[in-house]
């Protein structure tokens, strides 16, 4: 055998595994894509569910969609912001640590998801939120598990599939169970975000969206300040001053507008808690939508992320005790 022969065979693509444009795993990243606005449109698209090994999948999906943004111009970061986030990483730190997950342990996390479902120009009725409530469980390794509850409301397409995920892979970005190990500096966190998950690009929008992902995984109290820290140092971030999540739980919001959209992140100001993550459309004229699809209105709730209850347990099946309160700060 020669050697151009051996280095073929050698090969790691060639003997990998790629779901299928079909598989669960896919079906999940095409509802991501089609329903969550990328936060850069010219540092590459991220989407909620990042697995290595579907890049056929990817591909498959991705030739079926086209979902674009335009770039706006977020404003300059404001005093308000910065004092209510400085206090939110004190509040942090000052916490108790969670609980990290050890060997056969999982970090879960119980949200309830809602995002726009379209419609169509014909059918314009069947436009509207389509909600989910999903538990996650990750473990270290990245395996893990996704259980979806049927979803209500209306849901022509997009809907989240349950699945078991195999060590290697990253489970749904609404937990990161390697939290504890993130750096403790809000610039080595921003630098980590850009160059884990954003191709190496530092995004202000690709930050505010991943630390609301870490601040609900079980991170310990000095990278939960970090990350508040982080967020704080962001611009264009602003306070939104009071605001209620949609299971009523009254907190403080902040969000960061641009490309069409306002990111915003309601936290529990008594512990820091996340509560809930959500997407506004304040400049509709910057969001392109897929032909056929109605266009947005100022003010249109687009998603929405709402963490019900979070913690670490010792199976894929179990439910932390406080799996029917608010979720703790962490995990």
Same mark, same amino acid.
């Given at each position: ?7 073929? /065979?050698?090969?790691?693509?060639? +003997? ?8 669960? $795993?896919?079906?999940?990243? *095409? ?15 991220? *989407?909620?569910? #990042? ?10 999906? &991705? ?24 206090? #939110? ?10 609980? %990290?997950?050890?060997?056969?342990? *999982? ?11 379209? !419609?169509? #120009? ?7 939120? &389509? ?23 209306? &849901? ?19 937990? *990161?169970?390697? $939290? ?9 966190? /921003? ?8 191709? !190496? ?19 310990? @109290?000095?990278?939960?300040? #970090?990350?508040?820290?982080?967020? /704080? ?35 529990? @100001? ?12 304040? +400049?509709?004229?910057?969001?392109? %939508? ?32 406080? $799996? ?8």
């Amino acid at each position: 055998m020669d050697l151009d022969t051996m280095l073929d /065979e050698a090969a790691p693509a060639r +003997h990998a595994h790629l779901d299928g444009p079909d598989s669960p $795993a896919a079906v999940s990243l *095409y509802r991501r894509i089609i329903t969550q606005p990328p936060a850069a449109a010219t540092a590459g698209r991220r *989407y909620r569910l #990042a697995v290595p090994a579907l890049t056929a999948a990817v591909a498959g999906v &991705c030739a079926i969609v086209a979902l674009a943004l335009i770039p706006g111009s977020p404003a300059r970061p404001g005093a308000a912001a910065a004092a209510v986030l400085a206090k #939110a990483a004190l509040t942090a730190a000052r916490q108790p640590a969670a609980a %990290v997950p050890g060997p056969g342990q *999982y970090v879960y996390v119980e949200t309830i998801e809602g995002q726009r479902n379209s !419609g169509t #120009a014909s059918r314009p009725a069947s436009s509207g939120i &389509c909600v989910q409530t999903v538990q996650v469980w990750a473990a270290p390794d990245g395996s893990g598990r996704e259980v979806a509850g049927a979803p209500a409301g209306p &849901c022509s397409d997009g809907v989240i599939p349950s699945q078991t995920f195999p060590k290697g892979q990253k489970v749904d970005l609404t937990v *990161y169970p390697r $939290a504890a190990d993130l750096p403790t500096s809000p610039a080595a966190l /921003e630098q980590f975000i850009a160059r884990h998950f954003n191709g !190496g690009h530092q995004d202000a929008a690709a930050a505010f969206e991943f630390a609301g992902t870490f601040l609900q995984s079980g991170a310990p @109290p000095r990278v939960r300040a #970090a990350l508040y820290r982080m967020i /704080e140092n962001l611009p264009g971030i602003e306070s939104l001053g009071p605001m209620t999540d949609k299971l009523g739980r009254h907190g403080i919001g902040v969000g960061l507008t641009g490309y069409g959209v306002r990111d915003v992140l309601i936290f529990d @100001p008594a512990t820091s808690a996340v509560l809930e993550r959500e997407g506004i459309a304040v +400049h509709p004229s910057q969001i392109l %939508v897929p032909p056929g699809a109605p266009k947005f209105v100022a003010g249109e709730l687009i998603n929405y992320t709402v963490y019900k209850a979070s913690g670490v347990v010792n199976s894929i099946t179990a439910l932390p005790s406080a $799996a029917s309160g608010s979720p703790s700060p962490g995990a």
